[in-house]
């Protein structure tokens, strides 16, 4: 997935479960605690006798100034109704939207609720009852709309309506300036697990760097959700990539190591490809060994003191990134 500048009126993260093609922008200008505009509320000074003055004087009464407007505190319920209501307006009076994990607002057109768009709600519920089962700390504070295209034609369709361009990735994006994730799932609902991890990993943890969050969210892209609670990834379409590389002339480019301290813009740049697969295949062997969330969580708790991640990486693996290399490339080549 790339995260690239937007065509759109905002930056977006673009997913993929099968190219993998994102983009990211700012974060929301911030709220204080309640959804409500941080101003302060202290009074003017009063003007008052001196200490030590020889006579007292005049008091002065301080002029009261109206009080700035405040922003109404954030009503998720309200957003959810309103966004379910302009979904209506833009797909048509039968399209069904859907309240999943308190959060998303699901959005299936007219005539496209049937198997497909509920095989897709359910696989929502459990991967968010896996992925806020001692992986996230945090979700969102606000809703999010998912409108769930059940082909191309559909899919393309609402972009040329929304935002007068085609849509910016074959199989999906999101974008955060909106809080609108809009996906083809008639290519395979990878897409879907590999889009939400997105903003949980925004909420959560927002200094991340783009080959972390790439990194899991492509996890998922093959689901495996063996009970209630839990989830995890299986071997896809991205490993024949990294294969080749540590088999091939690019070994030197495909060592662990290099993702610690990675650009964003690099990550991005010449060897994308290569380097989701790296990603996803670390996170994948991470989460194999049951270190995972336990890295992710130290290095989120800890990002200020250890920005590149190594410093948790090497506590939680018993290993630096460098010499943990060759154990992770004889796991990936065995796969």
């Known amino acids: ?64 100034e109206p009080a700035a407007p405040t922003e109404p505190a954030y009503d998720m319920a309200a957003d959810q109704q309103r966004r379910a209501k302009v979904a209506k307006e833009e797909l048509g009076a039968k399209t069904t939207a859907t309240v999943v994990s308190d959060l998303f607002v699901v959005i299936g057109p007219p005539g496209r609720q049937g198997g497909q768009f509920e095989q897709s709600v359910a696989l929502m519920k459990s991967a968010m009852a896996g ?63 590999h889009e939400i991890v997105h903003p949980l990993v925004e909420a959560d943890f927002p200094r991340a760097p783009t080959w972390i969050n790439e990194g899991i969210a492509s996890v998922f892209e093959q689901p495996q959700i063996p009970r209630p609670g839990e989830i995890h990834g299986g071997k896809n379409w991205r490993h024949p990539r990294l294969v080749r590389a540590l088999t091939g002339g690019e070994r030197d480019k495909a060592r662990l190591d290099r993702l610690f301290g990675m650009r964003d813009e690099t990550f991005r740049g010449d060897g994308e490809d290569l380097h989701y697969a790296m990603a996803r295949y670390v996170c994948q062997w991470l989460d194999a060994r049951g270190k995972l969330w336990p890295f992710y969580q130290r290095w989120r708790d800890n990002v200020a003191d250890d920005p590149t991640g190594e410093k948790a990486f090497t506590e939680v693996v018993g290993l630096t990134p460098a010499a943990a290399h060759a154990v992770w490339s004889k796991w990936t080549l065995a796969l």
């Open 131 to 193: 992925f806020m089962n001692g992986r996230f700390g945090r979700k969102p504070s606000e809703a999010i709309s998912v409108y769930l295209f059940p082909n191309a034609a559909t899919y393309e369709a609402f972009c040329t309506q929304k935002y007068a361009a085609p849509c910016i990735a074959h199989f999906g994006f999101y974008q955060p300036g909106d809080r609108y994730m809009v996906m083809n799932i008639g290519l395979g609902l990878g897409t879907l697990t």
């Open 1 to 64: 997935m790339r995260l690239l500048r937007p065509l759109l009126p905002a930056l977006v993260v673009v997913l993929s479960a099968c190219t993998g093609e994102g983009r990211s922008s700012a974060p929301p200008a911030a709220r204080s605690p309640g959804g409500v505009a941080a101003r302060s509320a202290s009074p003017p000074p009063v003007a008052g006798d001196a200490p030590g003055a020889s006579a007292p004087s005049k008091m002065v009464e301080a002029s009261a």
